[in-house]
Nanobody, 115 residues
Framework: QVQLVESGGGLVQAGESLRLSCVTSGILFSANAMGWYRQAPGKERELVAAISQSGFTNYAGSVKGRFTISRENAKNTVYLQMKTLKPEDTAVYYC?????????WGQGTQVTVSS
């Protein structure tokens, strides 16, 4: 059974930081590309950051320079370090694993940034 479990969300003030974690099981983690997505109320889900199996990263323009995605294959975990948070970063953040045509999603963790 494949599971992706996000944690680390919460309520913070603008300018503060959070680190999200996504622990996976049931997949060969090192063979999966991993990504963080977010969905704000009334908006479509959007890519925040992604990391390939080899560690290549890419970011949405709105978070570049503030967010860092990383992976720790020994712990089957992907992280999203978020700094200088803004109210517009408020959303549910989801972790995604992908390998070939297989996609797996976590249940999401809420991040709320107050001004």
């Amino acid at each position: 059974q494949v599971q992706l479990v996000e944690s680390g969300g919460g309520l913070v003030q603008a300018g503060e930081s959070l680190r999200l974690s996504c622990v996976t099981s049931g997949i060969l983690f090192s063979a999966n590309a991993m990504g963080w997505y977010r969905q704000a109320p009334g908006k479509e889900r959007e890519l925040v950051a992604a990391i390939s199996q080899s560690g290549f990263t890419n970011y949405a323009g709105s978070v570049k320079g503030r967010f860092t995605i990383s992976r720790e294959n020994a712990k089957n975990t992907v992280y999203l370090q978020m700094k200088t948070l803004k109210p517009e970063d408020t959303a549910v953040y989801y972790c995604k694993a992908s390998r070939g045509g297989n996609l797996y999603w976590g249940q999401g963790t809420q991040v709320t940034v107050s001004s």
